[in-house]
C-alpha cells in the first residue's frame, strides 16, 4: 500500500520532532509514537485518491431481441474515468431476420458492472415510438420509462416494445455506471408492414372438451400480428370434409383481431378445422388450422315405438316399447329415455351399460285416460327433439250394472220360476 502510494504521489516534506530520535525519556517516547501515527495518516489520505481512481468494470453487456440469446462467452470493459466507449460488435446467437415495420419488437438490455447504481437508456435513430413492456430481464426492476435507473449489486436487466418503421434503423443501449458510459449499437433491416394473421378457437366457458355429437357454440378469433390491416375478406370454414359456414370479414386491424361466433356439430376423431381466405388480397390461400377438442360421448337414439294395445280402452294400462341404440363411442351411463302423451312426460326407463354400438329394448307404462285420439312418443332425455311420434286411441269404457244386475236376474228368474209352478197346481186340482 505504500509502495503504491510512493509511486502515485510527489514526496511530502515531513519534519521530525527534535528528540524524536534522540531522546530516549519517557516524554520524548510518547511524542515520538505521536508523530509516526500522524506519518501513517497522512500516507493513508494522500493513497485513498488514487485507489478511488481504479475504473469499474463493465461485463456481459447484451442488447438483444425476443428469440435471440446472449451468447455464453463473456465480455469485459475496463473503462477511464469519464470516458465514453463506443461499442458496434455484440454476442448474441439465433439471431432475428425477419422484421416488418410496425411489428412489435422487445429489445432487451442486460449488464453486469464490478460496482456502482446504473442507469440505462434505450435510443432508436427513426425507428417510431419506444414504450417499456414492464417485463423485465433475469433481475426484478421496474422499467417504466426508457431511462431508469436500477442498481442490484451490479447487475439487473431492462425490455421495451418498439414499434419500427421500415428501413435500415440503428437502436443504441446506453449504459451509465458512476458517470462511465458505454454504447453499444445495432443497426437492423426492417422489412414494409404486412398483415399477419392467425386463428385461435376459443371453448365455451369452463369447457376443456367438446361432446361429440352434440351442439357446440364457439368462437373463431382471427389475430393481426402485422402493421397492416386486413381488409374485405371472404372466408371459409371447413370442418369434417365440409363448408360450416362462410363469413365476410371487412376489417381485422392491424395488432388486433375479430371473433367469429360459430355454431356446429363435433365428430370424434375429426380434431382439425380450417379457415380459408376464398376473397381477399392474395386469394385463395389458408388462413390457418385449430385443434377442436372432442371427447367421446353416448350418443343415444330411439329407433322404434310401439304402444300397446291399441287402440286401448279407457281405464286400461297401455304398455310403451322403445328400441335405443347407441350410436357414439363412450358407454351410456345415468342416461333415461322418456315416454310422452300429449307433451308431457308419463313415464321413464333409466339407460345404463349401453355400450358403443350396441342396442336395446326400453318399456315405460301408462293408464289410458280421456277418451279421443293422444299424440305420444318417446325420446331420450336431455334432448328437445322428440323421436318417433305416433297416436294412441282411447275408448270409452261400455256401461253395465255390474253384481247389482246379476242378483236382480237371478231373484227375478226365481220369482218366474214360482210363479209358473203355482199357476200349474192350480190348472191340476
Not at 132 to 148: A, I
Request: glycine letters at 8%; proline letters at 7%.
Amino acid at each position: 500500500m505504500l509502495a503504491l502510494a510512493r509511486s502515485r504521489l510527489a514526496p511530502i516534506p515531513l519534519r521530525i520532532p527534535d528528540g524524536f530520535i534522540r531522546s530516549r525519556s519517557d516524554t520524548t517516547d510518547v511524542r515520538g509514537k505521536i508523530a509516526l501515527a500522524m506519518l501513517i495518516m497522512l500516507l493513508a489520505l494522500q493513497a485513498m485518491p488514487a485507489l478511488a481512481r481504479t475504473p469499474p468494470t463493465i461485463e456481459r453487456f447484451y442488447f438483444y431481441l425476443e428469440g435471440e440469446s446472449p451468447a455464453p462467452a463473456e465480455s469485459r470493459w475496463l473503462l477511464d474515468s469519464n470516458a465514453t466507449e463506443n461499442i458496434t460488435a455484440y454476442l448474441v446467437t439465433d439471431r432475428v431476420e425477419d422484421l416488418h415495420a410496425g411489428e412489435p419488437m422487445n429489445m432487451t438490455v442486460w449488464w453486469r458492472s464490478s460496482d456502482g447504481t446504473a442507469s440505462v437508456t434505450l435510443v432508436a435513430e427513426g425507428a417510431g415510438p419506444i414504450r417499456p413492456t414492464g417485463r423485465v430481464c433475469l433481475w426484478g426492476t421496474d422499467p417504466q420509462r426508457s431511462d431508469f435507473t436500477v442498481g442490484d449489486n451490479g447487475h439487473d436487466g431492462a425490455s421495451w416494445t418498439v414499434l419500427p418503421g421500415d428501413g435500415n434503423r440503428t437502436f443504441l443501449a446506453r449504459l451509465t455506471v458512476n458517470g462511465i458510459t458505454l454504447n453499444l449499437t445495432r443497426t437492423l433491416t426492417i422489412g414494409p408492414a404486412r398483415t399477419l394473421q392467425t386463428v385461435r378457437l376459443v371453448l365455451p366457458a369452463d369447457e376443456t372438451f367438446l361432446a361429440e355429437q352434440s351442439r357446440a357454440d364457439v368462437q373463431l378469433v382471427i389475430e393481426n400480428a402485422g402493421g397492416l390491416p386486413a381488409l374485405d375478406q371472404v372466408i371459409d370454414i371447413r370442418y369434417d370434409g365440409r363448408i360450416l359456414a362462410t363469413r365476410t370479414v371487412p376489417l381485422v386491424p392491424e395488432l388486433g383481431n375479430h371473433t367469429i361466433p360459430l355454431t356446429f356439430t363435433p365428430v370424434f376423431g375429426v380434431t382439425t378445422m380450417e379457415l380459408v381466405v376464398v376473397v381477399g388480397p392474395g386469394a385463395p390461400h389458408p388462413l390457418g388450422t385449430v385443434t377442436v377438442p372432442v371427447r367421446a360421448a353416448a350418443v343415444l337414439t330411439v329407433d322404434a315405438f310401439v304402444a300397446s294395445p291399441d287402440p286401448a280402452v279407457e281405464g286400461s294400462k297401455v304398455t310403451f316399447t322403445v328400441q335405443v341404440t347407441n350410436r357414439g363411442n363412450a358407454t351410456a351411463k345415468n342416461a333415461s329415455v322418456q315416454f310422452l302423451v300429449d307433451g308431457g312426460v308419463a313415464s321413464n326407463a333409466s339407460v345404463n351399460g349401453l355400450g358403443p354400438g350396441n342396442a336395446s329394448t326400453y318399456k315405460g307404462a301408462w293408464t289410458a285416460k280421456d277418451p279421443g285420439t293422444h299424440a305420444i312418443s318417446a325420446r331420450i332425455a336431455g334432448t328437445t327433439t322428440d323421436a318417433q311420434a305416433a297416436s294412441l286411441s282411447v275408448t270409452a269404457k261400455t256401461p253395465g250394472y255390474g253384481g247389482f244386475a246379476v242378483a236382480f236376474t237371478l231373484v227375478l228368474a226365481t220369482a218366474l220360476t214360482r210363479a209358473a209352478r203355482r199357476s200349474s197346481r192350480s190348472r191340476h186340482a
